[in-house]
């Protein structure tokens, strides 16, 4: 059963990838559940705003500014892990989130990145030439492909 807050969540992404992050959510549920856990998805799609404001407050916080999230493109989400409605803190829990993941070929963690670790964070994979498409349009240079 996927709650209120993840559903909510899940809506804001783009609609082609919402399928695939139920699918998780639900394989992510099972797993912490019998642990006395609920994983909720606590975030989906930022607006630029919300991502310049979240960058403005350092690195340890997120290194992507505007347009270069992939919450910003509605295809990433962050994962809050609760016991008793309180937020829980501890990294090896979310290490776990990880061997989740890895059951999904789409998708991509945040814990297996080199240097900067976001372990809540789960996002879509996209091909190079998205990536490139994408940086292009953040930075709005005209390009014929």
Same mark, same amino acid.
């Given at each position: *059963?996927? =709650? =209120?807050?993840?559903?909510?969540?899940? /809506? !804001? &992404?783009?609609?082609?990838? /919402?399928?695939?992050?139920?699918?998780? %959510?639900? #394989?992510? #549920?099972?797993?912490?559940?019998? &642990?006395?856990?609920?994983?909720?998805?606590?975030?989906? !799609?930022?607006? &630029?705003?919300? /991502?310049? +404001? %979240?960058? +403005? #407050?350092?690195?340890?916080?997120? #290194? +992507?500014?505007?347009?270069?999230?992939?919450?910003?493109?509605? *295809? +990433?989400? =962050?994962?809050? %892990?609760?016991?008793?409605?309180?937020?829980?803190?501890?990294?090896?829990?979310?290490?776990?989130?990880?061997?989740?993941?890895?059951?999904?070929?789409?998708?991509?963690?945040?814990?297996?990145?080199?240097?900067?670790? =976001?372990?809540?964070?789960?996002?879509?994979? %996209?091909?190079?030439?998205? @990536? @490139?498409?994408?940086?292009? !349009?953040? @930075?709005?240079?005209?390009?014929?492909?």
């Amino acid at each position: *059963m996927i =709650d =209120d807050r993840s559903e909510k969540n899940i /809506q !804001t &992404l783009a609609p082609s990838v /919402q399928p695939l992050f139920r699918e998780f %959510l639900i #394989k992510l #549920k099972e797993y912490f559940e019998p &642990l006395g856990i609920n994983a909720v998805i606590i975030c989906g !799609t930022r607006t &630029l705003a919300e /991502q310049n +404001a %979240l960058y +403005a #407050k350092g690195k340890t916080v997120t #290194k +992507a500014r505007a347009g270069y999230s992939y919450h910003n493109l509605g *295809m +990433a989400i =962050d994962i809050g %892990l609760f016991r008793d409605g309180k937020y829980l803190q501890e990294p090896e829990l979310y290490n776990q989130i990880g061997i989740i993941v890895r059951e999904f070929s789409e998708l991509e963690w945040g814990g297996e990145w080199k240097g900067f670790k =976001d372990t809540p964070h789960v996002q879509y994979r %996209l091909s190079s030439y998205l @990536k @490139k498409h994408r940086n292009r !349009t953040v @930075k709005k240079e005209v390009t014929i492909a």
